[in-house]
């Protein structure tokens, strides 16, 4: 069975918190994974990152990281200052997974997140400087044995790459088994005709996949068509991870940066967010078995 997680900040309304909270908290309620925004690595002094690695080896569960990039170190840019300075964070972020047994980051790293500023209609010097950029980082995830994931996002989050055929068309830029697609059911329902023709276009380069309803509430929630996406998955043979990514709180950092102005669910308390985690697992493996070749 694939392994299924869940991301931290289904709890939190801000990017860090506890990560050891959440780790034995994945684990109580049956997780195999816990990902978190890989900002967070840069932020901790090397004792506490050893600490949380510690604490998810002693609990089975596995660190995976997930990145909007900063418009700042956008590796996109026209701005070479800009591009530069994003190259070396990005590198140092792949050094610091592989510090904490990481193998795997995904999101939009390739570009910065949202809309930058001197967009014009063509979108090619911004392709070809990510393109270039991207190059340079990952030799550094080759080094390191960590795999980037291109994560295609809405129009609204992001200019580069909106669709599956766009990250398979970026990801075929490299001769790397070391970068390959993540696929996200929620950005897939605004921007796909068919959420299983892309999983099917991206076949054995889906690298990675990341789990939401149509509201970003917690898969089974909304309207999307599971059935579609899991027998998709399964008729591509796909075995890597599931991570949920559901985000229901309004409010904090996360819920400005995630547009969400009101709470996706009548009880946001603690228990009430711990039940329904439980549900969208048990839902997930629901889906899992019932499309297991």
């Known amino acids: 069975m694939n392994k299924l997680g869940i991301f931290m900040n289904f709890w939190e309304k ?7 909270k959440y780790i034995n908290k994945a684990a109580d309620i049956g997780f195999d994974i816990l990902e978190f925004q890989a900002q ?38 026209k701005d070479e200052v800009v591009r530069l300075g994003g190259i070396d964070y990005l590198k140092r972020i792949v050094e610091r997974v592989n510090f904490m047994g990481g193998s795997i980051i995904s999101g939009v790293s390739y570009a910065g997140w949202g809309i930058p500023e001197g967009l014009t209609d063509d979108k ?62 929620y950005h897939m329902n605004i921007e ?20 939401g309803e149509n509201n970003r509430t917690p898969p089974g929630r909304g309207h999307l068509n599971w059935d579609e996406i899991f027998s998709a ?16 709180m309004t409010g904090g950092e996360v819920g400005r940066a995630i547009y969400t102005w009101r709470n996706l669910l009548p009880d946001i308390s603690e228990a009430a967010l711990d039940n329904e985690a439980k549900l969208l697992l048990q839902f997930e493996k629901s889906m899992i078995n019932k499309y297991a070749k």
């Open 192 to 211: 796909e005709r068919s959420i299983g023709d892309a999983i099917r276009l991206v076949g054995d380069k889906l690298y990675g996949f990341h789990t």
């Open 14 to 20: 801000s990017w860090d918190a506890d990560h050891i």
């Open 124 to 185: 090619s010097v911004f392709w070809d400087n990510s393109v270039n950029s991207m190059r340079i980082v990952l030799k550094t995830a080759e080094d390191y044995g960590v795999t980037y994931c291109v994560e295609a996002v809405n129009r609204f989050e992001g200019i580069l790459i909106n669709t599956a055929e766009q990250a398979l068309r970026y990801v075929n830029e490299f001769d790397s088994n070391n970068i390959g697609v993540l696929l996200d059911t």
């Open 40 to 77: 967070a690595l840069l932020d901790m002094s090397k004792d506490r990152m050893q600490d949380v690695r510690s604490a998810a080896e002693a609990r089975g569960i596995e660190l995976t990281y997930s990145l909007g990039l900063d418009q700042k170190y956008d590796i996109s840019s």
């Open 233 to 248: 998955l399964s008729e591509v043979n796909y075995k890597g991870r599931i991570v949920s990514e559901p985000f229901v």
